[in-house]
């Protein structure tokens, strides 16, 4: 198999973006993987079990966003970054890369929304 055409199936969480309350105190771990290898829709995340101090995980890859409860290993909520990011760039679904800092900086900007509903309100009834 080419590696250009490998797709990985196992990712270790390894946290981008830590979101705090409003006390300073981290409330969830965010994981960004930017590259097409990372991009499967089945696969597996290891490590989160590392993180067991702050009440959710989430995990992002070019197909999925998937939000983790701390201490379950299932996703409580899976999300298409397709039905996200172009709020942020209109011509998301175009690129033909992504790179990891700009994939980062989009989900910093869409969490940021979520916490002072920047934009809410063409986004904000979707989740």
Excluded: C
């Amino acid at each position: 198999m080419a590696l250009e055409n490998f797709v990985a199936k196992n990712v270790d969480f390894d946290p981008d973006i830590v979101v705090k309350d409003g006390d300073d105190r981290p409330m969830m771990f965010v994981a960004v993987y930017g590259l097409r290898v990372f991009g499967s829709e089945e696969f597996k995340v290891h490590g989160l079990d590392n993180y067991q101090q702050v009440p959710f995980l989430m995990f992002v890859n070019l197909t999925q966003v998937r939000i983790y409860q701390s201490g379950n290993y299932h996703p409580v909520m899976i999300l298409n970054p397709g039905e996200i990011f172009p709020v942020y760039d209109p011509e998301y679904q175009n690129h033909e890369f992504i790179f990891q800092d700009y994939l980062v900086g989009l989900m910093d900007a869409w969490l940021s929304d979520l916490s002072f509903h920047w934009k809410s309100e063409q986004r904000a009834s979707s989740f």
